[in-house]
């Protein structure tokens, strides 16, 4: 992030996106791995590749996901709030559902 969030024209890629789909999926992970919730999400969304990646923080460690649209697959990877020093990855996949 210290190579590319200072410069403008990245952030000019992509912007701010509200995801349904990732804002249940992501505290379903951080649930799972670390019981705990994530905050201060941030999404953003580059429609040229239908590409979405972000941040969130668990408690005082980040994560970080990545997610293809079009493929319906993402992964997450999260800092071990314990100070293990690991991260904790984990790979989804999403499924529209017809509320209809």
């Known amino acids: 992030m210290d190579r590319f969030i200072d410069h403008p024209e990245f952030l000019d890629f992509g912007g701010p996106v509200d995801h349904p ?6 505290p379903l992970i951080t649930q799972k791995l670390f019981k705990k919730d994530p905050q201060n999400m941030l999404l953003i969304k580059i429609p040229e590749y239908d590409f979405i990646h972000g941040s969130f923080t668990v408690e005082n460690e980040i994560g970080g996901v990545i997610y293809f649209e079009k493929k319906l697959k993402g992964v997450a990877a999260v800092s071990d709030p314990n100070r293990t020093g690991q991260v904790q990855y984990s790979r989804f996949t999403g499924h529209p559902v017809d509320n209809n």
């Open 21 to 26: 789909f990732l804002k249940e999926v992501i």
